[in-house]
C-alpha cells in the first residue's frame, strides 16, 4: 500500500500553438525533478489557453496526438509520471482532457466535465462536455482530477469523492481578476470541506493575448489549512509531499510565498501580459508616443518593466498647442526610465492637411474634425516609425477615454496593443502613484520614481487645442469612473446610479457615450483584461443599439 507521494506542482507558462516547444519544456522539467512521483501541469498544457478555433484545425490535433505519445514515450524509463493537459477527438467531438502518462504510454484520460461558458469562456462552442469523471489509480492511489471550471460546482469532487477519490488535484487556466486569490482559496476551502478530502490547485502563469494568468498555485487540506503557496506571476515549480495517516491523505507544509496586494497585482497583470505579447510575437521592442501626460508616461513605465529601457522607444510630437511644460514633463519621465526619447514636431503636417482640406472646409469653424487631424498624424508618425523599425506601436489610452469615446480612431487608438485599456483613469492615477514609490519584484525598470511629480497632478489634457482639458467635454474623472464601473461592470441603469446619488442627466448622457462609441472599441488594438469586465472578450454589445435607460 502506498503511504507517501512526491507530487510536483509545475506552475508554468505556455506558448500557444507551438506544440512541440510546449512539450520539450514539461520533459524538461521532468528531466529536473527525477525524484518526483508524479508531475502536474495546467490545463491545455500541450496547446495553449485558451486556444479559441485553434482547436478546430485537424492539423493541430493530429499534432497534439504526435506530442503527447512523444512525452508518453519517455516515461518508459520508469521515473515520474505526468498529468499532462491536451486536446483529445473522440467520435462524438473535441474534448478538454488531461492524459495520465506513465511507463511509456497513455495510462488513463480525464475529460473535463463542466465546460465554461460566460465572460472570456466560450468552451462549449468548442468542446463536448465530459462524462462524469472517475479517479485514476496510480501507483496504489486513487486521485481525482477535476480540471478548472469542474471544481467551481460542487457535483464532479463530490462524484469523485463517492467514487473512492483520496486526493484532488486540479489543474488550470484561471485568469487573472482583482481579488481572484480570495476567491480561488474560498471556492476550493468549500469543495475540500465538502468532500473531507485535500486539494491542489495549479494554474497557470503568463499572458495570452488579452488575459494574463498569475499563477498563485497553492495546496488545501482537509482541516482547511493551506500547505503550500507558490509565488504569483512566476513560473514556479514546487515539490510537494503527501503522507497517509489513519484520517487520509495530507500534504506537508512547504513553501508560502506573499502574493502581491493591491494594486501591485494590476501593475504586474499588465507588465507581464505586455512582456509575453511582446515576446511571443517577436518584436524588437515597442515605440510610443510621450505627450507629457500621466497615460503615456505609466504606458512606458510597464514597457520598460517589462522589456528593459533599451527596448523601449519613445516619441514626443508637439504641435502648436502643446505647451514648454509638456515637453519638460516628457523629457523629464525619459529621463527617469532611461529610454530613448526623440522629437518629431507635426506642425508641418498641420500645415499641409490645412491646405489640402481648405476648399473642402471652406465656411466652416475649426472644430473636432482639425482636432483629430493632429491625433492622426500622430498616429500615422508612430506608424511609420513601427513599419520602418518594426518596434510595436504601444497605445496608451485609458477604459474611462475608451468608454466614452473620447479618443480618435486612427490616431491615438492605433497600434498594436494597450496595457491601459482595462485601467479606468482613477485606476491609472493609484498605479502611477503606486509605481513611483515602489519598484516591481519582477520588473527591469528603475528604482525610484519614473514620472515628475507634475504629470499625475496637472490637470489631464490632450492639447489639441488652446488651454485643453478633459473637464471641458467629460464630468471629473472621480465622478465618470463610479458612473462607468455602474453601467459597464455592473450593468445598472440610469435610475440604478441616480438612486446612488449621481446627477441623473450626467448619467444619462454617459449611457449614451458608451453606446455610441461602441464602433470604436470594435477597431481597438487587444489590451489587458484587468477586472469582470473588460471590453472585448467580457462585454459584447452590438453596435447598432438604441435601447438606453433613461
Not at 19 to 43: G, H, K, Q, S
Not at 140 to 159: A, L, N, T
Not at 369 to 382: W, Y
Not at 435 to 464: C, D, F, H, Q, Y
Request: glycine residues 8%; charged residues 25%.
Amino acid at each position: 500500500m502506498t503511504m507517501r507521494l512526491s507530487i510536483l506542482l509545475a506552475q508554468l507558462n505556455q506558448n500557444m500553438g507551438d506544440l512541440t516547444a510546449n512539450a520539450d519544456a514539461m520533459l524538461a522539467v521532468r528531466d529536473r525533478w527525477p525524484e518526483a512521483d508524479l508531475i502536474l501541469f495546467p490545463e491545455l498544457q500541450l496547446i495553449g489557453y485558451p486556444p479559441e478555433d485553434l482547436v478546430l484545425k485537424p492539423a493541430l490535433i493530429a499534432r497534439a496526438h504526435d506530442e503527447l505519445h512523444r512525452i508518453a514515450a519517455a516515461t518508459a524509463d520508469g521515473g515520474p509520471a505526468m498529468l499532462v493537459g491536451t486536446v483529445i477527438a473522440l467520435d462524438d467531438g473535441l474534448y478538454n482532457a488531461m492524459a495520465l502518462l506513465d511507463r511509456g504510454a497513455v495510462a488513463a484520460m480525464i475529460r473535463k466535465h463542466e465546460l465554461p461558458n460566460y465572460g472570456t469562456f466560450d468552451e462549449k462552442r468548442l468542446f463536448m462536455p465530459g462524462p462524469p469523471p472517475e479517479p485514476i489509480h496510480f501507483r496504489g492511489v486513487r486521485i481525482g482530477v477535476p480540471i478548472c471550471e469542474d471544481i467551481w460546482f460542487p457535483k464532479v469532487c463530490e462524484q469523485l469523492k463517492a467514487a473512492g477519490a483520496e486526493l484532488l488535484l486540479a489543474p488550470n487556466g484561471s485568469p487573472y481578476e482583482p481579488d481572484k486569490d480570495d476567491l480561488r482559496l474560498a471556492l476550493v476551502r468549500r469543495r475540500v470541506e465538502e468532500t473531507g478530502l485535500p486539494l491542489a490547485y495549479l494554474n497557470r502563469v503568463g499572458g495570452q493575448d488579452e488575459l494574463v494568468f498569475d499563477g498563485s498555485s497553492f495546496v488545501v487540506n482537509a482541516d482547511g489549512a493551506v500547505a503550500v503557496q507558490m509565488p504569483d506571476w512566476e513560473a514556479a515549480e514546487t515539490l510537494t509531499f503527501w503522507d497517509k495517516g489513519a484520517g487520509g491523505w495530507t500534504c506537508e507544509a512547504g513553501e508560502r510565498h506573499a502574493l502581491d496586494p493591491a494594486p501591485a497585482d494590476l501593475y504586474h497583470a499588465m507588465m507581464i501580459a505586455l512582456r509575453d505579447y511582446v515576446n511571443r510575437n517577436r518584436f524588437p521592442g515597442v515605440v510610443l508616443g510621450l505627450s507629457g501626460g500621466i497615460d503615456s508616461a505609466l504606458s512606458a513605465a510597464v514597457a520598460v518593466d517589462a522589456l528593459g529601457a533599451d527596448r523601449v522607444w519613445c516619441v514626443m510630437m508637439p504641435s502648436r498647442f502643446t505647451v514648454d511644460e509638456s515637453l519638460s514633463d516628457a523629457a523629464e519621465c525619459a529621463r527617469l526610465l532611461g529610454v530613448r526619447l526623440d522629437t518629431i514636431p507635426i506642425e508641418p503636417a498641420v500645415t499641409a492637411f490645412d491646405a489640402m482640406l481648405a476648399p473642402a472646409f471652406a465656411g466652416r469653424a475649426r472644430d473636432l474634425a482639425e482636432e483629430n487631424i493632429q491625433s492622426r498624424i500622430r498616429g500615422v508618425t508612430l506608424m511609420a516609425l513601427s513599419n520602418k523599425f518594426g518596434h510595436m506601436l504601444l497605445t496608451t489610452g485609458n477604459k474611462s477615454e475608451m468608454s466614452v469615446g473620447y479618443a480618435t480612431i486612427y490616431g491615438d487608438m492605433a497600434g498594436g496593443y494597450s496595457v491601459l485599456k482595462d485601467a479606468y483613469k482613477t485606476t491609472v492615477f493609484a498605479l502611477s502613484e503606486w509605481r513611483n514609490a515602489n519598484r516591481p519584484s519582477l520588473g527591469l525598470g528603475p528604482e525610484g520614481p519614473v514620472m515628475p511629480v507634475n504629470v499625475i497632478t496637472k490637470p489631464p489634457t490632450a492639447e489639441l487645442r488652446a488651454d485643453q482639458k478633459d473637464s471641458d467635454s467629460l464630468p471629473p474623472y472621480d465622478v465618470l469612473d463610479p458612473i462607468l464601473r455602474g453601467l459597464v461592470e455592473e450593468e445598472l441603469s440610469v435610475a440604478d446610479l441616480v438612486a446612488r446619488g449621481f446627477d441623473r442627466d450626467t448619467v444619462a448622457r454617459v449611457e449614451r457615450l458608451l453606446y455610441i462609441a461602441e464602433y470604436k472599441r470594435r477597431q481597438a488594438p487587444p489590451g489587458v483584461k484587468l477586472g469582470t469586465r473588460n471590453f472585448g472578450r467580457d462585454r459584447r454589445y452590438p453596435i447598432t443599439n438604441a435601447f438606453r435607460t433613461a
